[in-house]
């Protein structure tokens, strides 16, 4: 059965500090991952990774996928209040072409 | 670009009612929709995925009969909760994709339903 794990399940931290939130996977047929963050409403797309260890970056966030070990860390630096949210991690698969989400990471930060 | 709407953004309704929540994509055509549905504190569970002009495909331990998805034309789609249950109170959203195969989903910005 297709899974996708994510740890911890949540994180309280206080503004300025660094995060890494972590995605691991079992898959059949893996086309690709996505990290989204989810407030009050619906995920907002954050990045999609396609390669391992090819860093996607953007402002404080970064991501990278490792193929090998089927995981994906999100790093978050210098926190700020405004990035406490859910963030999501999902796997799109080929085949069936649908979207497996994991369990989600809560991270609070603290002002 | 690739905005995906949802109407009703939350309702209420009784016991024994079916309530229809609609997707549209506004400003491209949908081939692909996926519903999802997510518990407080939880994560997206997905509940089917609909292609445009065939049957969606459910994911285990989805009744069809109870969640009726009609995807009849390439920017809407609609999901029937029928008999409605008080379990059945959830956030449901909503999804679409220009292709099957795209590495892209646009969200809905989800229906809250509270069934008394």
């Known amino acids: 059965e297709d899974k996708v794990v994510q740890s911890p399940l949540s994180l309280v931290v206080h503004e300025g500090d660094t995060v890494t939130l972590n995605c691991s996977y079992e898959?059949?047929?893996?086309?690709?991952l996505l990290w989204y963050k989810q407030e009050k409403k619906a995920p907002t797309f954050l990045f999609m990774l396609?390669?391992?260890?090819i860093e996607k970056k953007s402002g404080r966030l970064s991501s990278i996928l490792d193929k090998k070990e089927l995981f994906s860390i999100l790093n978050i630096t210098a926190t700020q209040t405004g990035d406490s949210a859910v963030y999501l991690c999902?796997?799109?698969?080929?085949?069936?072409?649908?979207?497996?989400f994991g369990t989600g990471t809560r991270l609070k930060v603290l002002a | 670009g690739a905005v995906v709407s949802q109407h009703p953004s939350w309702v209420i309704c009784k016991s024994g009612t079916s309530v229809k929540i609609e997707c549209r994509s506004l400003?491209?055509?949908?081939?692909?929709m996926f519903w999802y549905r997510q518990f407080p504190k939880q994560s997206l569970m997905l509940m089917a995925t609909?292609?445009?002009?065939?049957?969606?495909?459910?994911e285990q331990g989805v009744e069809k009969d109870k969640f009726l998805i009609n995807h009849a034309s390439l920017t809407l789609s609609t999901l029937t909760v029928t008999s409605a249950h008080p379990e059945d109170s959830s956030f449901y959203i909503c999804?679409?994709?220009?292709?099957?195969?795209?590495?892209?989903?646009?969200f809905g910005p989800g229906t809250r339903l509270t069934v008394l």
């Open positions: 999902a796997v799109h698969t080929s085949g069936t072409y649908k979207y497996i």
């Open positions: 400003d491209f055509q949908a081939t692909t």
């Open positions: 396609t390669s391992s260890g």
């Open positions: 609909s292609n445009e002009g065939s049957k969606a495909t459910y």
């Open positions: 898959v059949t047929n893996f086309r690709s």
């Open positions: 999804s679409a994709s220009p292709t099957p195969a795209a590495d892209t989903q646009y």
